[in-house]
């Protein structure tokens, strides 16, 4: 019986797949602008207000039973960094590469294709720049695949990510309109930042979207349940079946469609005995705008009501009624803010763990938990210290031979996943393929003290570097980290580098010597084939 590794809030990697893992399942879960400090075990005592202000107040703490424990009988990194913005983060993840070579510096910062002297494309797919992504790794390990969420890849066909089946909700941008939902906030034609709430027809100062929430659009790519494909790169837009369509609307929750979707995926391929991987995009954490109270401002829509009982999760169907504007959700909604989509991730990896369990995989499968960037209102796209890329990184997978178990204390990149699961499918990179990432498997698998001496971000031409004792930020700025302040942020900035160690000295000159490799952005910022 198949295994499944449980990948959460850490990237795992290996050189050689532990003994007791057999063809192990790989579940991904990539979560959208959470920094670390809003994930409880990480133990900071500032996180996120209802309107992404800086809080202490106990009320707007999220609580994750799950992830809790998952961190405690796993492992959870300390320091993991990805880029500051989601573009670029989501190509280092999928790369395992930083943007020299793949060429995604910042949203709207995105290299494109220059061919023999002229530029013949504005982006760069990263199947292009980087034809090595981890859904080809997985394919080539011999993996069936499925993405499933958010894919923030403009200008791409979502059929050369090495994925054999999607579930994309907006962030995509692929399709024509979805003719099932109203929930869309369209740009009002020569109206800067101006749009039209399509539900009720009321113009406001937003930024254009679909829902991804309630009522949400989601789009199919070779799926099983769709007939041959009459929409554009092979996707379909869901509902399919006339009860789906029936079932569909307001109180249609895109979280969970998703996860709907990936449970399907892993029950055909599990009944098929193929490994498989999925790489899950949830938007969860990701602000936006809330059909069911147009007027509040607020900041992360409420979701469906939880409530742990100390053993198990139980949800409460969403009852929400109404049309165009005016919404009664009869208190199956939770109130808005980031707790209750942190506290929602919660509840999709005890489902996760769950399925585990009824499938009987639950000691071959790697569940990998992490996110893109920092907190919308606080760190999201800032170069301030670690501010906009600090984000949580967690490993479970109870079948595997770990070395090492709960907090560990070492630097992380999200780079590393690529690597990571390279080495968990038993694939290996071709040797003179150039990644950036470094596989995680062996610390968590050996008596390997260390994983990395530095990790590294980006945000367009602002380089970000850390080591064990400095750090310089995307201003120019160093700081002391050789301690961790109890809100993860405010270290000690060095002005004076005679009244720090000549460690720390030392430390700053190796860092400063590796920047100008990556120093490409003024120079080079496009893909040239020539």
């Known amino acids: 019986m198949m295994k499944r590794i449980l990948l959460g809030l850490l990237a795992a990697g290996a050189v050689s797949v532990s003994a007791r893992l057999d063809k192990p399942n790989v579940v991904v879960v990539f979560a959208d602008d959470i920094s670390a400090r809003e994930i409880p075990f990480y133990g900071s005592s500032v996180w996120s207000d209802t309107k992404g202000r800086d809080t202490q107040d106990i009320a707007y703490r999220a609580k994750t039973p799950v992830l809790d424990k998952l961190a405690e009988e796993g492992v959870w990194i300390k320091t993991a960094w990805a880029a500051t913005v989601c573009s670029p983060s989501r190509a280092m993840m999928m790369t395992g590469r930083y943007a020299n070579l793949h060429k995604w510096w910042h949203n709207g910062d995105l290299g494109g294709i220059v061919k023999n002297g002229k530029k013949t494309d504005w982006v760069v797919p990263l199947y292009v720049s980087s034809p090595l992504l981890i859904g080809h790794v997985a394919q080539k390990a011999g993996y069936a695949t499925q993405w499933t969420g958010k894919t923030q890849m403009k200008k791409c066909d979502h059929r050369m990510f090495g994925f054999d089946e999607g579930v994309f909700t907006p962030g995509s941008y692929l399709f024509p309109k979805n003719p099932y939902t109203d929930f869309v906030l369209t740009t009002v034609k020569g109206k800067k930042k101006t749009q039209v709430n399509e539900d009720t027809g009321v113009e406001l100062s937003h930024y254009a979207q679909t829902s991804w929430y309630w009522k949400p659009s989601v789009a199919l790519m070779n799926h099983p349940s769709v007939p041959p494909a009459t929409a554009e790169q092979n996707c379909t837009y869901w509902p399919v079946s006339e009860e789906d369509r029936k079932n569909y609307g307001v109180n249609t929750y895109g979280p969970d469609v998703e996860l709907d979707f990936i449970f399907d995926f892993m029950e055909r391929k599990h009944e098929e005995d193929e490994p498989f991987f999925v790489y899950h995009t949830t938007h969860l954490g990701h602000d936006g705008f809330d059909w069911l109270h147009p007027e509040s401002g607020n900041k992360w829509p409420g979701t469906p009501v939880i409530k742990w009982d100390g053993k198990k999760y139980i949800r409460t169907e969403p009852n929400v009624t109404g049309d165009h504007g005016k919404y009664d959700t009869h208190g199956t909604v ?9 506290e929602y991730i919660d509840f999709q990896i005890w489902q996760y763990l769950k399925k585990f369990e009824e ?5 071959n499968t790697v569940l990998i938990f992490c996110a893109d960037n920092g907190t919308s209102g606080y760190g999201k796209a800032s170069p301030d210290r670690q501010k906009g890329c600090h984000v949580p990184f967690m490993v479970y997978a ?6 090492k178990k709960g907090e560990q204390d070492i630097l992380v990149n999200i780079a590393d996943v690529l690597p990571t699961l390279a080495d968990i499918m038993g694939y290996e990179l071709p040797a003179d393929y150039q990644i950036h990432g470094k ?6 698998t050996t008596d390997q003290k260390e994983h990395r001496e530095w990790i590294y971000a980006y945000r367009g031409g602002m380089q970000l570097i850390r080591g064990r004792k400095v750090m310089k930020d995307g201003y120019g700025k160093w700081w002391d980290v050789g301690r961790l302040p109890d809100d993860l942020i405010s270290f000690r900035k060095i002005n ?22 990556f120093n490409n952005h003024d120079a080079e910022p496009d893909f040239v084939i020539e």
């Not at 939770?334 to 942190?342: D, F, K, L, R």
């Not at 596989?439 to 968590?444: G, T």
């Not at 004076?496 to 490799?517: G, M, Q, Y």
């Open 439 to 444: 596989s995680l498997w062996p610390y968590l």
């Open 334 to 342: 939770t109130e808005p803010g980031m707790h209750s989509h942190v």
């Open 359 to 363: 499938l009987g995989i639950a000691d």
């Open 398 to 403: 109870p079948g595997a031979d770990f070395t």
């Open 496 to 517: 004076d580098w005679e009244k720090v160690s000549a460690a720390h000295r030392a430390e700053r000159d190796k860092l400063k010597n590796i920047l100008p490799e």
